[in-house]
């Protein structure tokens, strides 16, 4: 009797396992159809974020770097940390500089 079940049950498992192969298979086939459409979407998403590939809002041109080379309408283009950094050491520096003088000035 327990070889007949353990039989059986390796039979269940091969069955399963041959369903399982085949779901594998037609879930891979589909995706596989699938694949260039979605990744040509994350390579076009991706791409739109980056400003050279911005279209101008007016006349619909590819921009470059963020200005357009047909009518010259500018976009607001992110910064990146760098600058960001900068532009803070700068601003800190004039508002220093600004102290310094507004205290020059009052103890005059
Ligand atoms: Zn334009």
């Given at each position: 009797?327990?070889?007949?079940?353990?039989?059986?049950?390796?039979?269940?498992?091969?069955?399963?396992?041959?369903?399982?192969?085949?779901?594998?298979?037609?879930?891979?086939?589909?995706?596989?159809?699938?694949?260039?459409?979605?990744e040509?979407?994350?390579?076009?998403?991706?791409?739109?974020?980056?400003?050279?590939?911005?279209?101008?809002?007016?006349?619909?041109?590819?921009?470059?770097?963020?200005v357009?080379?047909t009518?010259?309408?500018?976009m607001?283009?992110?910064?990146?940390?760098?600058?960001?950094?900068?532009?803070?050491?700068?601003?800190?520096?004039?508002?220093?500089?600004?102290?310094?003088?507004v205290?020059?000035?009052?103890?005059?």
């Amino acid at each position: 009797m327990s070889k007949q079940t353990r039989q059986q049950k390796k039979e269940e498992e091969k069955r399963i396992i041959a369903e399982m192969e085949e779901a594998l298979r037609e879930t891979k086939g589909e995706s596989g159809a699938q694949q260039p459409d979605s990744e040509e979407k994350v390579r076009k998403s991706v791409y739109a974020t980056e400003p050279e590939k911005i279209h101008c809002r007016r006349c619909k041109t590819l921009m470059e770097n963020g200005v357009c080379p047909t009518c010259g309408y500018k976009m607001y283009v992110p910064m990146d940390e760098k600058k960001r950094n900068k532009i803070r050491f700068i601003a800190a520096i004039v508002l220093v500089v600004i102290g310094v003088i507004v205290f020059a000035i009052s103890k005059m």
